[in-house]
């Protein structure tokens, strides 16, 4: 197996939104603001080549929407999917499948592309498309809180191509699935929001999307603002951070624009990174 961190864009949030009811003071020394009090974002996606198979886990925010749509998230940088996975050997036509942890529109945007003649299509044209059966139908009726965030062009072309599939079971974590790992689930961002932990060379390793965006969501009460259901996101960070701890796991941050991939070590103030881990420590 062969793991690829595979840079999707960069945008910017606001610093409130993202953290919620903590105090601008404290969540600004992680994650500093502009004058906008808006804060760097990653979109990073993991390419997990196994065997035949070529999986990628979320896909960004795409290129397809237009200019008023991009100018609220103040793109930076020069990251596109298409060029990253062009840096690592691979093309578009050789994913074989694409796994979308939820479908708020930075995680699955560019698993929908817009062809030359105006049309909706997935941008993977060979790959099968995963998804959580009560997520989907979550994201297909949005309520009030999430409907900006779950666009119908990301959604009604994947269903529409006969490359969808829907994984099922209520968790905490399916083990044994198609794609050769086991899933953390979590409902407290968004129902079923779907959390891959990969082994890879004996060191097992949890994508954990919006659950932790960022090294500085590792505080337990540091809960996003657009999470539906925030103490349950409580309760679920306390329980998938002690697990990964004592287990040893290390976190593959999806939005965090400085760290892809960081060990845990046990604070007075709780479980925070390990500053002595780097990633030849699990990719050597």
């Not at 999917?81 to 994913?95: E, V, Y």
């Not at 699935?177 to 932990?197: C, V």
């Not at 941050?253 to 780097?278: C, S, V, W, Y």
Request: aromatic share 10%; charged share 20%; glycine share 8%.
């Amino acid at each position: 197996m062969n793991l690829y961190a595979v840079e999707a864009g960069n945008f910017k949030l606001d610093g409130g939104a993202m953290f919620g009811v903590v105090p601008k003071v404290l969540w600004e020394r992680t994650n500093p603001a502009d004058a906008n009090n808006q804060i760097e974002m990653a979109t990073r996606c993991l390419l997990v080549e196994d065997g035949n198979r070529l999986i990628l886990i979320d896909t960004g925010m795409g290129n397809k929407q237009d200019a008023k749509f991009f100018s609220h998230y103040a793109l930076w940088g020069d990251f596109n999917l298409t060029n990253s996975l062009k840096a690592n050997g691979f093309h578009p036509d050789d994913i074989t499948d694409v796994f979308l942890t939820h479908l708020h529109f930075d995680h699955c945007g560019g698993a929908v592309t817009r062809s030359a003649s105006g049309l909706l299509e997935p941008a993977f044209k060979n790959a099968t498309f995963w998804s959580h059966i009560k997520h989907w139908d979550w994201a297909c009726h949005p309520n009030a809180r999430e409907k900006a965030s779950f666009l119908k062009e990301n959604i009604e072309p994947l269903a529409a191509s006969g490359q969808l599939r829907l994984l099922n079971g209520a968790g905490p974590i399916l083990k044994e699935t198609p794609l050769g790992f086991d899933i953390l689930l979590a409902d407290g961002h968004t129902e079923k929001q779907m959390l891959p932990l990969i082994n890879y060379n004996g060191t097992k390793i949890l994508y954990a999307a919006d659950l932790i965006p960022t090294v500085g969501h590792l505080p337990i009460p540091y809960v996003m603002g657009y999470d539906c259901r925030p103490l349950l996101t409580l309760e679920e960070k306390e329980t998938i951070l002690t697990q990964a701890y004592n287990n040893n796991w290390c976190l593959f941050l999806e939005h965090d624009p400085a760290h892809e991939l960081i060990g845990l070590t046990q604070t007075p103030k709780g479980i925070r990174m390990d500053f002595n881990t780097t990633l030849t420590t699990y990719f050597s």
